[in-house]
Every structure is written in structure tokens, then in C-alpha cells.
């Protein structure tokens, strides 16, 4: 082995070297247990391993959300349901309320795969019993009105019932009101009802819509409010319909299938299926239906589908660009596909172990193929990089290798090291979803970093061992960029300085004298899905047109009474919009002034005609005029809510005015009959709603009531569907929603609970996971560079003291400041290396110099572009600080090679500048593949890892050797230990019999340094 000290060829390189020489002195006995163990890998995955879809993996089990979301799902299996959305451009609800039937019957059939199908509501039960749900003050009132209402028709008073005599009577009640000074809200609601109403029916009418007495957008104020059924409308039969009658909605729940790698994966497909083929038979007819598929299984299920296609497109782009890239940069087809075929036999064994050791993947750990492509080829290229510089002077391949194996070794192994503590830290945070993902990641990049040395030279051998020897690759070397960057390298650190801070600058803005930090957090998961989805598009319209969310909280209330009086607190937040639950609709049996109430109404119905008056024709002109009139007493009110109904009322009667004079008067004519039918059918319809026998659970439809009631074992549970007032994918509703209830159940659970959950421990756990990675690593740096005999030293020493600060803390306390141990044991080991070894410790802050100048311009471009951070991106951050620390371990090692030598002035090697730069190259065009990718999120992690990757590839070519040529050059770093003459002509000897030929100037095994003065006197005394 060629002359060096035991600091320039560390125990961990001469490892790696003999280890390379074994294995590429019998290649077969190491390739063909390699592949079959990658096949058994490949083939225990397919078998074993499961992919957890759903958010709640990536949480705390043990934390108490966590358990009830489990109780809950185990007690009303609350999976989230699939809605069909079933939308028409114009109002049609005979058309939609078929299409549900068809699509409800069929999925009613297909009991294995569905349950619970609610898309109407047999009410004709309830409906007998109606007037119960409502309080003694509230009977009270719909008499009242209902009483006005009646005289009316009684009296046969039909003008009263006109449309310009109601038109007139409001604009009178406006005049009268303004000048009592009185408030004008409750004419403003009558008149924004009809303004509504005019509205709502020409749209239809001039679409061909065919309205009926239950079906008219009635102006009428309701006697009786009671809706069974959120987007329900008031008949016997009630679809789940919204109030234009354009958009209809069917809910189902999925039967999970264990088995499979997704389990709600068949009950979607077949659902679409059935949905695909009920819009095909109403599209022959012209209808314009629209049937979409959304709920919150779907977007997962859409999510990791579509995720998937545009992962396995980008692999494809990437897996080319990147051959091509190293083709170039290594002048070579044959060893890029070596390092591709290493790389995948490291994927094969990672989905092994992770199979054995965890068992799953969660939607952040699959993420790990990513992270292993990006690091995995670097180890390759490297490796491939010292091989060739090293095969100019070596013919034997063996030889060759083992002493590739001493000269990388100890780069890609600390690389590899610290890469994966960076990631293996996330195991501390406690938080699942990210520990996997550490845990899978960490070991991931130990396997390739294995594979590098026990699989990657073994093909090696076999490809150049035999036969013809072919003509010898060079890699580019870029020997001008080298020297330009060694000529000037004050200037190039100065220049390198001033723009890595003007560009970080942009990412920090001084307030009242205090730094904030201008990149945002956008934890909105909708943002991060392929807004052209079916799926995406659906959720946002039933949000617009009935003001649903797909999420929504849940509480279990233990009784009636209990789910009553939550239910009571839970609508007075202001987050909250509404409640649904079963509570409410089974009153307690009318007491004596509720049952008075009921037949005082029952009677007031009871002798009302059902048949509709006969209306003589008015000119549509006069009706247009009083009806102008109105608008312009409206728009005249300096009331905030008014401009609503003047600007509908101005353009019903703009839209009129450009009809022919025969179709206005149809229309009105039209309009003024169903106005009066419409009265009377609510007449009706509160007349069979007057029954006084008490309403029974039983006689709930069982599609609704098994969603939010279960009895078990004599155990009630009543389920509260809570509702937002916002819109709670964005991460401050959220916040604000899930606050407000826990004031009132401080256990409430469900899918926002999760969301909430998971981004704020996503976002803490990344902040402690920076912390630990960065220590780890640079005492991992530091122990790799300090000279062994201080090693004990600087490490040990106060890692004992620290030990018994903890011990002590913990005896008085009885917990642990992790934060707080940590940061003494670093200084006190950064104490201690400064006193005692200042230039190893300087390496170590220079070989994190890539890493953290690449974070400084990733911040300030991302803040520049105005990128945020979101939950998927910031998985990749580890991967940008593991690029960039293994590319300042690389760099800072070449410099330590050569100033073991005893050089005065520091030039990056080639073969380590190349490998360097086309590992960042090969990152770079490997993540940037995702830029095409239509998931949001893969966009967002491609351009962290582009940004990152490109920061970190800056300093390391350009800062860095400047800095380290400053650093040889007017501090050159001692680091071997005086050797005698009698051992270096030993080492030597044994070099020349064991590793024959020579190197070119960058090898530092070829060269010994000149002996120092106090060397030279230690020599004599020795002679």
C-alpha cells in the first residue's frame, strides 16, 4: 500500500479497500447473492408490504385524537364517504333526481362493495309528524303567519296573491318604514325571496324546465323550516338536491377490501364505472348531464394514482436525461448503466427491509425511492470517478479497484453517514409519518452505500476483466475551471459571499429591529393535487353550490340529551356553520302548549280549498312597471344587504324587456298561477305534517340514521357532523375550526382533527429533526477528521459531563431538556476542539459550508419565486442538506489528501471537482423531471430539489475551493503523525509488492511530505 499516515488513510478507508479487493478478486461470488437477494427483496415486497393511504398513519398513535379517530372508525366505520355529483347546466330536477335513482338502485345492488346508500329520504312517515320538531315559540309564530296567510284564501282575496299587488304592498311597506325610521331587514329578505324567485323561474321556463306547485322557486316565506337533510328539498320524497335544482349529490360508504393494496380502490373503480355508464345513456339524449366522482377516499385514492403516473413518467424522463448526463460526463455507456443497475438492485433491498422491519409505507415514506435515486447515483459516481482516474496508471482491474476502494471509501462512507442521521434523526420526533420516512430513508442510503463497495466493483470486474482490454474513459476534468478558481480565491470568496448573503437576504425582512422569515407554509392539501382532476373539480363545486365541505368533524355524545345540548353550543361558534345529527328530529312527546300549537294549526288548514284560482290576464307592461318601481325603492335603500335584490331585479326585468311582448305575457301569466299553487301546497303540506304520536328512531331512513346513530350492547352513541363556516383546507380556517370546537369537546375528532394534527406536528417535527440532523452530522464530520488520539477527548469527555447534567436534571425535575443538553454538549465539544485541534474543526465547519449556503439561496430563490413550503417539499430538505454535506466531505477530503502531502497550494482534484459536479447534475435533472408532473406536490418537491441541489453544487465548486485554497496556502493543515524512516521504507515496500504503478499529481498516496525541523531533531535522537 502506498506511503501514508494513518490520517490520510483512515481505518475506514483501509476497510473499504480490502473489502473492493476481495470482491473484485471473485466478482461471481459476490454478484450472484446480491441479485437473488435483491430478487427474494423484490418478491417478499410484493407479497408483504402495504401501503397505508389514509393521514391518520402519519400520526401518534398513542396521542389521545389519535385513539378516539380509531374508536370512531371502529364504531361507525368513518372512512369518509363517496359522493356522486350529478350536475345539469340548467335547472332540471325530474332529470337529475332519475339519474341518482339509476346510479342509487345499482349501487344498492353491489352490497359487497357499498352500504348505506343515501341519495333520497322516504319522509312521508315524518312528515306526519313534522310540526313535533318544533318548540312551543315557534308553533306560536307559524300560526301567526299562517293564520295571515290563510285569511287570505279563505276570504277568496286572490288579488291579494297577485305579483304586482305584492310587488306594490312592498314597495309601500319600504315607504312606510323609512319614515318611522324602523329597520329595513325583513323587507329586504321578502324582497331579495322574490327577486330570487322571478329570477330562478325565467332561467328554467326559458330552458324548458316544467315547473309544478312543489318544484316552483316559491317567494312564499315558509311557515314550517324543518330540514331533514342538508341540501334536501321539502318533499315527501327528498333528493339530496341543491336549492336551484342544477346539481344533485348521492353519499355512499365503501366496504374496505384488507387484502388489497388499497382498499377502497374497488368500490371507486366500480363506482365509476356505473357513473361513466349512466352519463353515456343520457348523453345520446342531449341532456348535458355531468356526472362527477369526489369524497374524500376518492382524493386520496385520485392523489396517490396520480402521484404514481407522474412519478413513473418523471423516472422514465429522468432515468434518460440522467444516463445521458453521465454518458457525457463520464465519456461511457457501460459504467452508467453499471451505477443504474447497482442503484436498482439498493432499491430492491431497502423495500425488503422495510418490508420486515416496518411493514408499510405511508404517503411521506414512499417518498424514500425518490431520496434514493437522488443519493444512491451519487455513491456510483463517485465511485466510477475515482476508478477511472485511478485505471490511467493500474491495468489490473483488481488492483484498480481496491485501491479505488482506499481513495473513496472514506468520502462516500462518511457521506453516507451523515446523509443518514440527517434522515435517521427524524426517529426522535415521535411523530410516525415522519420517523418512517427516516427510519426507511437512513437505511435505504446505508444499503447503497454498501452496495457501492459489495455489488457496484463485483460488476466492475466482470465487465473489464477478459478478452480484448477496451480503449481506457477519461472524465472531463475542467482543468481550466479549476485553475481560474485557484488563481484569484480571495476575490472568488469575497464575490461567492456577497451573493450567497444578497440572495439568502431576500428570504428575511427586519421588523421593529427582529428578523422574519418570508417563506410561508401552505398547508392546504388540495393545493398540492392536480387541480384537473374529476374528483378535485367536484369537491369545489358542491362547496360553491351548497355550501358542503367534505370535512368535517365528529363528536359522540352519549345520549340525547347530551348530543342535544352540544349541538346547542357547537352552531353558536362563530367557525362553525351547522350541525348534523339525529338528536333534534326525535323530540320529546308535545307537551300540553305544543300539542295546543299543533291542532290550533291543524284547524287553520283544515278548511282551506286545494284548488288554485283562476287569474285574469294583466298586460306584462303594467306588471313590469310596479315591479320597476320596487327596484328603484330598493336601490334607493342605504341598506348593506340591498344591492343583492335590485341587481336581480334589474336584471329579470332587463332579461324580459328583450323578449317578445307574447312570451312575457306567457311567462307572467305562468308565474302568477304556480305563485298561488305554491301557497296552497304548503297549506297542504302542513296540514299531514300535524300528527301527535311521538317520533320513533325506527322510523328514520336507515341510510341516514346508521351514519349518526349506533346502539350497542345498550350503549347510545349519537354522532355530531360539525361542520365549517369556511373553507378549512386552508391551514388558518382550520386552525381557527378545530380551536373553536375543542372548546366545547375537547376530544372532537375526525379528518380535519387529522389534518390539523399532522401539519402542525409536520412542521415541529422538521424544526427538531434540523436540529438533531445538523449536530449529528457535524460531530459525525468531526469525528471523522479529529486525529485519533484526541477523538477521546473532544467527544467523550463531554458526553460524560453532559450525562450527568441529564442524570441530575432528572433526579431534580424528574424530565429532560433535550435542546438544552444538546446545545451544552456541543459547546463543549466545539470548546474542546478549538483549543485542541483548530484545523480539524475548521475542516468540519468548511465541509458544512455547501449545505448550509445552499439553504441560505434556496430560501432567498424560493422566496424570490414565491414558493412555498408545503407538507410534501419539505420532506426533500433533508435531501438537499445530505447533497450538500456529502458534496463539502468530498471537496474537504481531496484538500486533506493533498495537504498530507505537504502541499503549499490546494487545486480541486479532477476526478473528485467531476464527480462532484455530475452528482449534483444527475439530482438536478432527476428531480427536475418532476416540473413536468401534473400532482402539485411532485411539481413543488422537484423545484425544492432543483433550487436546493443547484445552491449547494454553487458553493461547493465555486466557494468552496477558493476557501480551501486560502486554507492551504497561509495555514497549512499538519495532520499525519511523525513516521519513522525504518516503518515509511517498510510501508513502502509493502506498497510497491502490493499496489504497482504510479499516480498522476492529485494522488496524495504517491507523494510523502518534507519532514518538519522538530521531526528531523526527533529522527537524530532516534539515530
Known sequence: MPDTSSQSVSLLSRITARATGMVARRPRLFLWPMLLLSCAAVGISVLELQLSTGRHALVDPAAEYAKTWKQYVEDFGGHGDLIVVVESDVPDRPLIQAALNRIGERLERESDLFRDVLYRIDRRTLRRKELQLLSADELRTAGRRLERYVSAVQQRRWDQLRLEAISERLRRAFASV????????????????????????????????????ASFPSPWQEVVTVRMERAADDADIAWLMNAEGTQGLLKAAFIPRENDFNPAAASISKLREICREVEASYAETGSGLNILVTGIPVLEHDELAGAWSDMTMASLLAVAAVTVLLTFGLRSIRYPMLIVLTLIVSLACTFGVTTLVIGHLNILSVCFTAVLAGLGVDFGIHFVSQYLHVRQQESDVAAALQRTGLRAGSGIFTSALTTALAFGSAALTGFPGIAELGIVAASGILISALCTFLFLPALMAASDSGGDMPPLTQPLLGRVFRKVIAAVPLVVVGLSAAGILAVGSRAVRWTDGHPEILLTWDDNLLHLQNTELDSVQAQQRIREQTGESLLYAVAVAESRSQALNLAEQLTRLPSVSHVKELASYLPDPPDARRAAGIRQIRELVRGVSTEVPTFRRVPARQI???????????????????????????????????LPPSVRQDILAAYQDLLAGSLLYQFQRVGRAAGLDQVQVAELPAAWRHRLYRKTDGREQWLLKIYPRDDIWDGAALAAFVEDIRTVVPNVTGIPIQNYESSRQLRESWSDIAVYSLAAIGLLLLFDFLRPGQKL???ISPLMITGFIGYMMRARTDTLNIPLLLTVYLAMVAFIALVVDFRNLRDTLIALLPALGGAVLMAGVMSLLQISLTPLNLVMLPLVLGIGVDDGVH??????????????????????????????????????????AGHQGLVGMGM????????????????????????????????????????RSEKRSASADSEPGSDDHDDPDQATRPLTRREKRRLARAA
Open 178 to 213: 323609512r319614515h318611522s325610521g324602523r329597520s329595513e331587514e325583513s323587507l329586504i329578505e321578502q324582497t331579495d325571496r322574490l327577486a330570487r324567485s322571478l329570477d330562478r323561474f325565467l332561467d328554467g321556463t326559458l330552458n324548458g324546465v316544467r315547473y309544478d306547485s
Open 624 to 658: 313590469g312597471t310596479e315591479l320597476d318601481r320596487l327596484y328603484r325603492t330598493v336601490k334607493a335603500s342605504h341598506h348593506p344587504r340591498a344591492a343583492a335584490p335590485a341587481e336581480r331585479l334589474n336584471r329579470f326585468l332587463d332579461r324580459m324587456e328583450a
Open 793 to 795: 477527548l473532544t467527544l
Open 891 to 932: 471537496m474537504v477530503h481531496d484538500c486533506r489528501r493533498q495537504t498530507a502531502r505537504g502541499k503549499q497550494d490546494y487545486s480541486p482534484s479532477g476526478d473528485t471537482l467531476i464527480a462532484v459536479i455530475l452528482t449534483s447534475l444527475t439530482t438536478i435533472v432527476g428531480f427536475g423531471s418532476l416540473l413536468i
Open 944 to 983: 425544492v430539489m432543483v433550487i436546493g441541489t443547484a445552491g449547494s453544487l454553487l458553493v461547493a465548486v465555486v466557494l468552496l475551493p477558493a476557501l480551501l485554497t486560502l486554507v492551504a496556502r497561509y495555514q497549512p493543515a499538519r495532520t499525519d503523525p511523525v513516521v519513522s524512516p525504518k516503518r
